[in-house]
């Protein structure tokens, strides 16, 4: 037995055997089908806003976020009587059917939910020939992410009293835009409420308040928590870090303790200053 190299259109042999040798014989290669260009239609979700986009190129990466559909056709060098997608995804392997779109097409829609690989399995029509090399293809996706959001003020923990105006600013930001930014409080572990909120349509957005504690009826030792929250276009939802604001006295009544405390501090200064004249 022998290997014959068929990597050309035609390949001539002969065989020897002892003194005799037979007439050349001719081997005619068939090339086993591939595809010879992608035509891609990405069709973002809605939520991203983005518009479709084609694309016609020779490679077969697939690329978008999370959710988005692709619709295929990929054009084949040969008629094909069977065409599929062997889809890699780690531990879970899958296989999607292309359906002829003309004499050398085949296509489907693919939905790119998670990052793998892929080929493409072609049979010929007029050969049966499988193409057994075929490329390994990559499909990037992109996660859409919660939005970021951040308590810009105050910077820290602190005590307030329960008639204290305090100043808050905060702010969201997502990749495909912010639905709306809120202001949330807890009153001694009591569950979250909105105090605020402020509707969107851009990427960020920023919110900052004058928020006047006198109409939570605090009084001193309770603790008050205090966050921004934000929700996307797609209804995911991200929180800020929480502060902490620990009631204190009202200012009137720190005020008047203020005055005890000042008056007290005099009636100690002319008491001592008294019992100094007398020795």
Do not use: C, M
Not at 115 to 131: C, D, K, P
Not at 208 to 225: C, M, N, R
Not at 238 to 266: F, H, M, N, Y
Request: hydrophobic share 40%; no cysteine.
């Amino acid at each position: 037995s022998a290997a014959l190299d068929a990597d050309r259109p035609q390949v001539q042999y002969r065989i020897r055997g002892g003194d005799a040798l037979t007439r050349r014989f001719t081997v005619t290669t068939v090339p086993a089908p591939r595809v010879v260009a992608f035509r891609k239609a990405y069709r973002y979700p809605d939520y991203t806003q983005l518009p479709t986009k084609s694309v016609s190129e020779s490679g077969g990466v697939l690329e978008g976020v999370e959710g988005t559909e692709v619709d295929l056709t990929l054009e084949t060098d040969q008629p094909v009587a069977e065409a599929a997608l062997r889809l890699d995804y780690g531990e879970r392997k899958d296989t999607r059917a292309l359906a002829a779109k003309g004499a050398s097409a085949v296509g489907g829609t693919l939905r790119l939910d998670r990052s793998g690989t892929y080929h493409v399995r072609l049979v010929a029509r007029a050969t049966g020939f499988e193409n057994t090399q075929s490329p390994v293809y990559e499909i990037r996706v992109t996660p859409d992410l919660v939005p970021a959001v951040e308590l810009e003020t105050p910077t820290a923990d602190r005590a307030v009293a329960p008639d204290e105006v305090v100043a808050l600013a905060g702010r969201a930001r997502d990749d495909f835009g912010v639905a709306v930014l809120k202001q949330e409080y807890q009153v001694n572990r009591q569950g979250w409420k909105v105090a605020q909120e402020w509707p969107s349509t851009q990427q960020e957005a920023r919110a900052s308040t004058s928020w006047d504690l006198l109409a939570l009826g605090l009084k001193p030792g309770d603790e008050l928590l205090v966050r921004y929250t934000a929700q996307d276009r797609r209804g995911s939802r991200g929180e800020s870090t929480t502060r902490r604001l620990v009631v204190g006295p009202s200012g009137a009544q720190a005020g008047a303790r203020a005055a005890v405390a000042a008056q007290q501090r005099v009636v100690a200064a002319l008491e001592q200053a008294a019992k100094a004249g007398q020795e």
